[in-house]
């Protein structure tokens, strides 16, 4: 099985395209659009989490609980902010082999699925295949147990339960106390996919999974036995690339639907009780989904932005501003919606028009999982490991 990041797809469909007539000419610079601020945004402190993640595909969404931020870098360290301050309440390095002087050898904990916060633990994976659990309020290890994958997605927690879909294609269910794994599902899995899975979702008794097949997936929590799969997209082309059609975005349970997004498919909504799709529309992506009371929200493959109706799929509008600045997926946050680009930029849509009313530049290396909310409050995270929470207007 290989899985190939989005750069490297790019760059792969990029020489399948052929090169301009004028091998001299240069590409087009990427120009942001002129905007006016409507508003200016308050930072209310920053603070830093180690390396970040460099370079590398490790999702590492903070997570917050009551007054707490958790956050974590690729190397091995966590720690706990405080939401108001800023201020460290705790902090854990947990490689397994920490390096007493600074010349020895340390591993790397490369972790790159989390975090979870759950069952008074903070939970987090990594590329060598382990589940790691944090003791909430002191940092301490619980415990941590090797599974049959990468954790490359947040592990998932209900039903008395943990939930990590791995790169190998299984997904496992863990004790939250010990990390005993109850059951295991396999996926079929492709020669060839994105670098990425989908977060699971618990909902109703079931555990529901994108698949890199096109298919959404419902596992029963408790045995983990299917109870239904729907094609979200089917493999179309002759070209493994063409082929590629991974849901690796986490489901959005909303009422009796779920909502998801397939890569080359189709954003669909499915009847969570029976899996009959009610709706597709020609949609691709592989960044992460985000829904209100009327909408659902979303950036293609391109970067474009959109706006469709929650129960029709009809699309309310489009923002092609942005397309080539490898955005993260959107966050709503009142009336606006937030993204932030590869070069550190966070932009401010307004949620019902989807025009750009706002834009602050971080001194960054760029953002690349989406902010995370706290009541009024916005958690952004950059590649070099740079914590900031601000103030929404």
């Not at 007539?21 to 942001?32: A, F």
């Not at 290890?141 to 939930?163: H, M, Q, T, Y």
């Not at 005993?180 to 699971?200: C, D, F, H, I, N």
């Amino acid at each position: 099985m290989k899985k190939i990041t989005m750069a490297t797809l790019a760059l792969c469909m990029a020489s399948l395209m052929g090169c301009s007539s004028n091998d001299d000419e240069e590409p087009d610079e990427l120009v942001l659009p002129v905007i006016v601020n409507q508003f200016e945004t308050k930072v209310l402190w920053q603070e830093s989490v180690g390396d970040g993640v460099g370079h590398y595909y490790s999702k590492l969404s903070p997570t917050v609980y009551k007054e707490t931020v958790y956050v974590a870098d690729r190397n091995g360290k966590v720690k706990a902010l405080s939401l108001e301050t800023g201020d460290v309440i705790w902090q854990k390095d947990v490689r397994a082999n920490v390096a007493f002087w600074p010349w020895e050898d340390s591993d790397n904990a490369k972790l790159s699925g989390g975090l979870l916060q759950a069952f008074g633990k903070i939970y987090v994976g990594s590329e060598h295949g382990e589940i790691i659990a944090l003791d909430r309020e002191t940092g301490e290890i619980v415990w941590r147990k090797n599974v049959p994958g990468e954790a490359l997605s947040s592990p998932a927690a209900g039903d008395g339960l943990i939930f990590a879909n791995l790169g190998s294609g299984q997904l496992v269910a863990l004790h939250p106390d010990t990390g005993e794994q109850r059951w295991k599902y396999e996926q079929e899995v492709p020669a060839l996919t994105l670098r990425g899975m989908s977060a699971p979702v618990v909902a109703n008794g079931g555990v529901l999974v994108g698949e890199e097949t096109g298919k959404l997936t419902v596992l029963i929590s408790e045995s983990g036995f299917s109870a239904w799969k729907a094609d979200i997209a089917v493999p179309k082309g002759s070209s493994e690339f063409e082929r590629l059609v991974d849901v690796d975005v986490q489901p959005i349970v909303s009422g009796s639907m779920v909502y998801t997004l397939a890569y080359n498919g189709n954003l669909a909504a499915v009847d969570i009780r029976s899996g009959n799709v009610v709706f597709k529309r020609e949609y691709s992506g592989y960044r992460e989904i985000a829904t209100d009371g009327q909408n659902i929200y979303l950036v293609d493959s391109s970067g474009g932005i959109f706006a469709l109706d929650k129960n029709s799929g009809i699309e309310r509008w489009s923002q092609p501003a942005l397309v080539g600045w490898h955005l993260t997926g959107p966050t709503v946050i009142g009336n606006n919606l937030v993204l932030g680009d590869n070069e550190g930029n966070l932009h401010w849509l307004d949620k019902a028009s989807g025009d750009l009313v706002s834009r602050e530049e971080f001194d960054s290396s760029g953002f690349y999982v989406e902010a995370v909310t706290a009541g009024n409050k916005l958690v952004i995270t950059t590649r070099d490991g740079e914590v900031s929470v601000i103030e929404a207007p």
